[in-house]
């Protein structure tokens, strides 16, 4: 309905250029092949409501666009990430979600195992490893993008379409490299040094702990099944000379994992 309203509007505004900043996660449950920036299906279904939401509202701004005739850029970012702190009253970035779930599981009464016990009173130091298995494709991939960057393209782009002709014209805000999943691991262990993540096909006897994990991180697990690439063509239009970010890997993870002894970034 927000979307609805915001274009209700518009309808006030026929000088304005309309704006929609969706996400490149429309794509919903299609896990192989290239993404168009024209595509937009809901064939293979949804992973998560907002994914839907957002197919939806870019349904609405479309037929918006093709009924008025009015200029309209969609935005679709990958997840954004950031190794810089989060200022108090904004939202916190999508890593943030994982963070909070291996807290809560490290502190939650219902899990009670040796290696976990020792984990919270800090027994690492000693030695002890707590070992957490996830049921995860170890070869899949997302697209995580640096927010620095995607707000510096977006604000590119908004001036490169600034005064074009009518037309919707859609634009991932994506990484040119996908990110491979198993750089979680690896930077979850910088900021959580007795914890040893693995990502495996099954699980057959999951701990209670794995069973947490498994319950409460569905939704995110299933976006580590992705193999599939993001076509940029009017994103490298439109930005002109701005230099690509640099590639995601377990280092900067570990920096926006919020770990204080991972490198700086320069």
Not at 26 to 54: M, N, P, W
Request: net charge positive.
């Amino acid at each position: 309905m927000g979307t609805r309203h915001v274009l209700e509007l518009a309808d006030h505004a026929p000088a304005a250029h309309l704006m929609h900043v969706s996400t490149a996660y429309v794509a919903g449950r299609r896990l192989t092949g290239h993404i168009l920036e024209a595509d937009l299906r809901e064939d293979h279904g949804f992973q998560t409501y907002y994914e839907e939401s957002k197919y939806t509202a870019e349904r609405l701004v479309r037929a918006w666009g093709s009924g008025t005739g009015r200029p309209v850029t969609v935005f679709r970012p990958g997840l954004l990430v950031t190794d810089r702190p989060v200022p108090d009253g904004l939202p916190d970035q999508p890593l943030s979600t994982l963070l909070r779930l291996i807290d809560a599981g490290m502190r939650n009464r219902t899990v009670r195992n040796a290696g976990l016990i020792a984990f919270v009173k800090g027994g690492w130091h000693r030695g002890e490893t707590v070992r957490v298995r996830v049921a995860a494709d170890p070869g899949g991939t997302a697209n995580l993008v640096q927010a620095e960057y995607a707000a510096r393209a977006m604000t590119r782009t908004a001036k490169a379409h600034s005064g074009r002709c009518a037309a919707v014209r859609t634009v991932h805000v994506t990484h040119r490299h996908n990110a491979s999943v198993d750089i979680v691991p690896k930077a979850l262990k910088v900021r959580y040094p007795g914890l040893s993540l693995s990502l495996v096909p099954h699980i057959p006897d999951p701990t209670p702990l794995e069973k947490l994990v498994a319950q409460q991180g569905a939704r995110m697990i299933e976006f580590s099944a992705h193999r599939r690439t993001y076509d940029r063509t009017h994103l490298l239009e439109a930005v002109g000379d701005l230099p690509d970010p640099e590639p995601i890997d377990e280092t900067y993870l570990a920096r926006a994992c919020g770990a204080s002894d991972a490198p700086a970034s320069a």
